[in-house]
């Protein structure tokens, strides 16, 4: 339980600092807190890697740690596909983000999964 309740104060987290720089449309950047707090979970042992990215009308940029898997050397990227136990969690930090999101958050929850 201790790892949910740490992946939840992550994305708020990430919601809170970065959120705002989303909305501003400023050049995309991942704030400095933001990356030595992925390293801290990383090398912790709270997680084996993490990958998080911010995507505004100016680009896209994405910041990596850790490793892949806990079997190999590899480190992960943007093309990285980790599994995560609930969806849910995701679109939760989405809408705390932004009511502007490449989300549309109105529309009814059956056309999400066509």
Not at 25 to 53: H, K, L, M, T
Request: net charge neutral; proline share 5%; hydrophobic share 35%.
């Amino acid at each position: 339980m201790r790892g949910c309740s740490m992946l939840r104060i992550l994305f708020t987290t990430l919601a809170l600092v970065v959120g705002p720089g989303i909305c501003a449309a400023q050049a995309p950047a991942i704030p400095e807190a933001v990356q030595q707090s992925i390293r801290n979970r990383v090398d912790y042992g709270y997680n084996v890697g993490i990958v998080v990215g911010i995507v505004n009308p100016q680009g896209t940029t994405y910041h990596a740690y850790g490793r892949k898997r806990i079997d190999t050397e590899e480190t992960p990227d943007e093309d990285t596909v980790f599994e995560i136990g609930s969806i849910t969690k995701v679109f939760t930090s989405i809408r705390q983000s932004s009511s502007d999101t490449l989300v549309d958050t109105s529309s009814p929850r059956d056309t999400c999964s066509r």
